[in-house]
């Protein structure tokens, strides 16, 4: 069974750009979940989508956005890049329903903010 | 106060011994626990997943769940270099917004 995959592995953009995180689920997980991992900080619940919509997000600005695709596989972006939103981006997937199954994480994307 | 509370560490163990690594929380409601295991630069491996309380054994790995003290444990025996990681900590009540400790950062010395 393939796992989380997440593309690109890193990214590398400037203050004020824009990037697009990729992210695949694990087969029959409708679930897709987007953490920030930045250095030193525990995991931050970014966003959460369900069956191709928006189901709740964190404490982050709307700068940050994603999507869901029919396939339920998921994109996350983020506007206007600022210097604080280096981190390791993580994507996870969960089968239908969050109770009673666990999340599987992918190895990340890393933005690099210059 | 912190929903999840999990020690930093370094925790340094020499190869071969028996690990504990712990959470304590304040939400009563958590009912699913979770350890993950995160090498530098990968993502969170998922080790074990328990519901209420008590004890899963897999393999090397045993996980605890004290529900009355608002504890949890993950044990490691007979530890390897490979262990070197950060053990993170995870729960939910069973909705989608899961709480991570900071994570434990364990080095088995060869």
């Known amino acids: 069974e393939a796992g989380v995959t997440q593309s690109p592995t890193h990214l590398i953009k400037t203050r004020g750009q824009q990037a697009t995180l990729r992210c695949s689920p694990i087969?029959?997980?409708?679930?897709v979940y987007w953490y920030q991992q930045a250095l030193g900080l525990g995991l931050q619940f970014l966003l959460w989508?369900?069956?191709?919509?928006?189901?709740n997000r964190g404490n982050f600005p709307p700068r940050f956005s994603g999507r869901q695709f029919p396939n339920y596989s998921s994109e996350l972006n983020v506007n206007a890049l600022e210097l604080e939103d280096s981190a390791l981006y993580l994507c996870?997937?969960?089968?239908?329903?969050?109770?009673?199954?666990?999340?599987?994480f992918g190895n990340g994307t890393r933005l690099t903010v210059t | 106060q912190k929903e999840v509370e999990q020690d930093p560490g370094p925790l340094s163990v020499p190869e071969g011994a028996i690990v504990s690594l712990n959470c304590t929380y304040s939400?009563?409601?958590?009912?699913?626990f979770m350890w993950y295991r995160q090498y530098s630069r990968k993502g969170p491996e998922l080790l074990m997943y328990?519901?209420?309380?008590g004890n899963k054994e897999d393999g090397r790995f045993t996980a605890q769940v004290d529900k009355s003290s608002k504890y949890i444990s993950l044990f490691i025996r007979d530890s390897q270099p490979s262990d070197s990681a950060t053990y993170l900590c995870?729960?939910?009540?069973?909705?989608?917004?899961?709480?991570f400790g900071t994570g434990t950062r364990l080095k088995v010395l060869a």
């Open positions: 087969s029959g997980h409708t679930s």
């Open positions: 939400n009563s409601a958590f009912q699913y």
């Open positions: 995870a729960m939910t009540s069973g909705t989608y917004k899961y709480i």
């Open positions: 996870a997937s969960s089968l239908p329903g969050p109770a009673d199954s666990p999340l599987h």
């Open positions: 328990t519901y209420s309380s």
């Open positions: 989508y369900d069956e191709g919509e928006e189901r």
